[in-house]
C-alpha cells in the first residue's frame, strides 16, 4: 500500500468528513433561526398596524375577532420563540464540537478557522 505524497491521511479525510457534517447542520440550524425570527416578527407587524388602526374601529364591535387572532399570535411567538432558542442552543453545541474536533486534530486546524 503506496501512499502518494499529497494525499493526506485516512484519518485527516476522515475528521474533514466529520466537520462537513457538523457545518451542514449549523446551516439547517441557521435556517431554522431565519424562520423562528420571521415567524415571531408576524405576530409583532400584526399588532402594529392593528394599534395604529385601532382609531377607525370600536373594540367592542371586533372583540370577536380580536380574540381568536390574539390567540393565534401567541401561539405564534411561542413557536417562534422556541424555534429561535432551539437554534442557538444546537448552534452552541456544534461550535463546541468542531472547536473540539479543532484542538484535538491540530493539523486541520488551519483549514477550518
Known sequence: MSMEANE???LDNLIFGEIQVLLSEKR???S???TGIAIFALPLS?????IATSHYYSFGK????LVPLLLLNLGLVVLGSW?????VHH???LDHRIRELTQK???IADFVE
Open 8 to 10: 493526506p491521511p485516512a
Open 83 to 87: 424555534l429561535i432558542y432551539h437554534s
Open 46 to 50: 400584526v399588532l402594529s398596524v392593528l
Open 62 to 65: 371586533v372583540m370577536p375577532l
Open 105 to 107: 486534530y491540530r493539523s
Open 91 to 93: 448552534l452552541h453545541r
Open 32 to 34: 431554522s433561526l431565519r
Open 28 to 30: 439547517t440550524a441557521l
